[in-house]
């Protein structure tokens, strides 16, 4: 509510006033000033605090007698998440859900690689504070890496980030409808990744596709964009780097408003190894349009970090003997 200097004049009148009256009224009676001094004091001293407080607000209101102009909400970040059952999910699940309770403005859609969403991730997102999205989508068998398969033999997640894209642009529309033109930016986080808050807030700006480094991907410490003159010139990565994008999945973000814009925009299953990034970005921007972030690229502050995967030997001898962990207890 915006006030003007008369009414903080006014309320000033009305404090002074109440004051008056009350010394009148003491007049004459006695009193035991320990027992009474400090209250009146304290009431003074609030009272003295609220109107400074009425000032400062009619000073901020009214800058040369011109109203002031509210500023718009910062764009909503938009988290894609795929996941699938194992033992860590409910762990990397938790970790990631509470460092985007820090996060304002955030949107996590959480997609499963399931034939249907599961209960462990639905509750788990029910009670996490979060404004938050469930979708599912399976994997096709042959997609599917095997037992024994290195991770990097077939893309993990593609359909799954598809269909976060797909969702975002059901429900947020498309430009020129009655729901679009909403203001946000989209990020592929995955669940063993670790990120630092810093991050959100500089993807927050991104106007077409904002870039940054990964620490510990690669086989590097990072793999980063080289920025000269504010501009991306090369990329500082150790595999391949005549790539189109050579950029880690945790390495940039996109527009919400791009991503509607371009409505067969999305990731490829079928594109060659380390190619998948590139096969999203190259019908959305040029190298050259791309814009880098965290100090021109020169701060790392999201890390490829990987759980272990846990080793059940005890648990396996304990099962054969019918003396296993409850399974009713969710992990």
């Not at 000032?55 to 500023?71: F, H, L, T």
């Not at 994997?139 to 893309?155: H, I």
């Not at 894209?165 to 409808?177: F, S």
Request: glycine share 8%.
């Amino acid at each position: 509510m915006r006030l003007k200097l008369k009414t903080v004049f006014v309320l000033y009148f009305l404090v002074s006033l109440l004051g008056l009256i009350y010394a009148l009224m003491q007049l004459g009676q006695r009193c035991d000033c320990t027992e009474h001094d400090a209250p009146k004091e304290r009431t003074i001293s609030r009272l003295r605090g609220e109107l400074r407080r009425l000032r400062e607000r009619a000073k901020k209101s009214e800058v040369a007698g011109q109203p002031q102009i509210e500023s718009s909400p910062p764009p909503t970040i938009f988290v894609i998440t795929p996941t699938y059952a194992r033992l860590v999910q409910k762990a990397e699940l938790t970790r990631l859900s509470q460092t985007f309770l820090h996060v304002p403005r955030l949107h996590w859609i959480v997609v499963e690689d399931s034939q249907t969403k599961t209960p462990l991730v639905g509750q788990l997102l029910a009670q996490s504070g979060l404004s938050y999205t469930h979708l599912h989508v399976a994997t096709a068998r042959e997609r599917k890496l095997q037992e024994g398969d290195p991770s990097w033999l077939k893309p993990r997640g593609v359909e799954q980030r598809n269909e976060g894209l797909r969702w975002l642009r059901e429900d947020r529309g498309a430009p020129g409808d009655r729901r679009g033109g909403q203001s946000g930016v989209v990020y592929f986080a995955d669940d063993d990744n670790t990120y630092s808050l810093r991050l959100f807030e500089e993807m927050r700006s991104t106007r077409r596709v904002s870039v940054w480094p990964v620490g510990l991907v690669g086989g590097m410490k990072y793999e980063k964009p080289v920025v000269e003159g504010g501009k991306v010139v090369r990329f500082h990565v150790g595999w391949r780097p005549g790539r189109p994008f050579p950029l880690d999945m945790a390495g940039f973000a996109v527009s919400l408003e791009l991503l509607l814009a371009n409505p067969d925009s999305r990731f490829d299953g079928d594109a060659p190894t380390g190619f998948l990034e590139s096969s999203l970005l190259q019908g959305l921007v040029t190298a050259d349009q791309l814009e880098p972030k965290a100090d021109n690229c020169s701060k790392v502050l999201v890390w490829h970090t990987r759980t272990e995967k846990p080793k059940m030997k005890r648990e396996d001898a304990l099962q054969a003997q019918g003396l296993g962990s409850d399974p009713a207890v969710e992990v």
